[in-house]
Structure formats: structure tokens, C-alpha cells
């Protein structure tokens, strides 16, 4: 049996080409929204679900961090960096002088604000669940949209022509995508790992956030994104979401974890998963698996009087 995967559809958006490479055999379920995608992979619909976390240009998907730390737990299985480049599409017979009512995802229009200032600066934009959901709805006759802004393949899959390619502020736009299912077995430390963490405080005091950081510090985990998002409970109420190098079962990780755990009011565990660009851990002097393993027979060997 294929394995069933949700994501943020219709055909054409940017996470059906995440979900492609990552399985390229999986039966793909759209969905209409991040929530959605991820309420079908937690309800079993689907095996699983491939979702955006973050943007190089934009930064922090929101929804899905809110999603993560939320709903019923998920974990990451794999990740996958996906260059993004946004095309204007339109009906045919469209010109760009004809454009006042412009449709599209949040996100791209953050990522194509200055096209839009330089070229479409009349231009009413409107916000789409999808940037594919945008270019279906503007290939409709009467549409009160004159263009879309999408994937270049989402244009060809709605019959929409390109007005413009490459309309991103910077060309060199990756947005990275996660594969999640339910909790499960997790896969194998490759050397090259990422782990991701949801941590909520107990209580709020001086040095809250830097007692936090120390557990990574002291350890030599390097961070390698933080993020403050409100717990809705008033203002100045936040949890924290942690990506940083190395595995679970990494001894560094591992007490990093623990000690998170002792000191926080909880640690929301979303997994270990292979980094999607193989890049290493550096690891700093004295945080090896090796040097936890023989600090510990040392104390165990003290503590027998063994001095
Ligand atoms: O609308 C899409 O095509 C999506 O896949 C969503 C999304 C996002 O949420 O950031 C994905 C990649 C791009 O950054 C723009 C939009």
C-alpha cells in the first residue's frame, strides 16, 4: 500500500513539489489549509503530511509552529530545502497595465513585495489560502482576480499565462518544507541531524530564557533556530521553539534535553531527523559521546570510593 501524504494543496502550490521530492511515489492528499494538512496526518487519513516551518526571506512559518506546539503531537521524519521562485500569471490576453486586483498566498506577497511596490503600485492584493488556491480562482471566467501570483507550474496546470517570471525580491528564496507523521519509531542518527523542540516556561522570572540557552551552551549543541511565539494567555506570555544540529540519541542532545526537561514547565519533543543539507555538528571539545560515556564511568567509579 502507497503511503498517503496531506499537504497545503490544491495541485500547483509549493509544497506539492516539496512533497514530490521527498516521496516522489506517495499518494498526495490536498488539503486547504497547514491545519488541515496536519489534521489529516493526526485523524489517519493520511500517513502523513509535508508542511513549510520556515523562509529564508520571511522567516517562521507561523501556523505550523503554532500547530506543532498545540494540537496532538506530531513528529518531524525528514526535511527539504525548496528554492522558490514566483511568477505573475493571468488569464491570456492579460497586460500588466490591466492588473488591479492581484491574488496570492501571505507569503508571497512578503517575498514579492517589491515587484509589486515597483510594478503593480495601484494594485488591490489579496490574500489566498494557497498560491495555487490564486491561480485556480483567477483561471475561472469572472474572476475578480486579473492575476495570480504562484509557481510557474501552477500557471501551466490552470491554463494561466506568465506575465512575469522571477518576481521574487531575491532569487536565492528557500523555503524549507518537513515531512511529519504520528508519533512513531524515529529515524536513525546519520551524523548529520537536526532536532526540533516546542519548550513552554514554568513560571516566568530573571534569566528565564538564558537558563534555557545554558543547557544547550554548556553542551555544545549549537542552536540553529529560536523562535518566541505567544501562548495567547495575555501579553508577554511566550513558549519557545528550538531547531538545533544533532540527534536524540546524541549524549550531548540527550542531556541537553534532560535538563530542559528538570527546569521547564514542559518540553514538547518533535524529533530527529537527517538535515537536509548534510553539513556536520561541529563538536566542541569534551561533548563527544565518548567523553559523556567516560565522565560517567568516572563518577561511577568515585562514587564506589574508587578514588
Ligand atoms: O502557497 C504555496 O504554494 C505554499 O506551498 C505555501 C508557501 C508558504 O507557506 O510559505 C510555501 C512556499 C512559499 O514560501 C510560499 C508559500
Known amino acids: 500500500m502507497s503511503l498517503r501524504l496531506a499537504y497545503l494543496g490544491p495541485e500547483g502550490t509549493f509544497t506539492e513539489e516539496a512533497l514530490r521530492l521527498m516521496k516522489p511515489g506517495a499518494e498526495r492528499l490536498p488539503c486547504a489549509t497547514v491545519s488541515a494538512a496536519l489534521n489529516a496526518c493526526r485523524a489517519g487519513e493520511a500517513d502523513g503530511a509535508v508542511v513549510p516551518l520556515e523562509n529564508s526571506l520571511e522567516g517562521a512559518i507561523t501556523t505550523t ?3 506543532f506546539a498545540w494540537g496532538e503531537p506530531l513528529l518531524i521524519s525528514a526535511e527539504l530545502l525548496l528554492p522558490v521562485q514566483f ?22 506577497i512578503t517575498q514579492c513585495r517589491g515587484f509589486i511596490a515597483r510594478e503593480l503600485p495601484d494594485a488591490v492584493v489579496v490574500a489566498a489560502p ?41 532569487s536565492d ?20 541531524d537536526r532536532t526540533t523542540l516546542v519548550v513552554f516556561l514554568a513560571d516566568d522570572h530573571p534569566g528565564a530564557l538564558l537558563e534555557m540557552l545554558t543547557e544547550f551552551s554548556v553542551r555544545g549543541v549549537n542552536l540553529s533556530r529560536i523562535e518566541s511565539r505567544p501562548t495567547g494567555e495575555g501579553i ?39 538535515r537536509a543539507d548534510g553539513v556536520a555538528p561541529q563538536i566542541k571539545r569534551g561533548t563527544a559521546d565518548a567523553d559523556f560515556a567516560e565522565a560517567g564511568d568516572w563518577l561511577t567509579r568515585i562514587r564506589s570510593g574508587q578514588v
Open 236 to 274: 508577554g506570555r511566550y513558549f519557545f521553539h528550538f531547531d538545533f544540529e544533532g540527534h536524540v540519541s546524541d549524549a550531548r542532545v540527550g542531556e541537553a534535553l534532560s535538563g530542559l526537561h528538570r527546569i521547564c514547565g514542559e518540553v514538547r519533543f518533535l524529533g530527529s531527523y537527517p
Open 87 to 108: 511568477s505573475l500569471l493571468a488569464r491570456p490576453d492579460t497586460e500588466l497595465r490591466h492588473i488591479k486586483r492581484v491574488y496570492t498566498h501571505p507569503a508571497a
Open 130 to 170: 494557497s498560491t495555487a488556491a490564486a491561480a485556480q480562482e483567477v483561471s475561472l471566467p469572472g474572476s475578480p482576480y486579473d492575476a495570480a501570483i504562484a509557481a510557474r507550474i501552477a500557471g501551466e496546470h490552470y491554463g494561466l499565462v506568465e506575465i512575469a517570471a522571477n518576481i521574487g525580491d531575491r
Open 65 to 67: 509552529l503554532d500547530e
Open 173 to 192: 528564496t528557500v523555503t524549507r518544507f518537513v515531512r511529519v507523521s504520528r508519533p512513531g519509531p524515529l529515524p536513525e542518527a546519520t551524523g548529520s
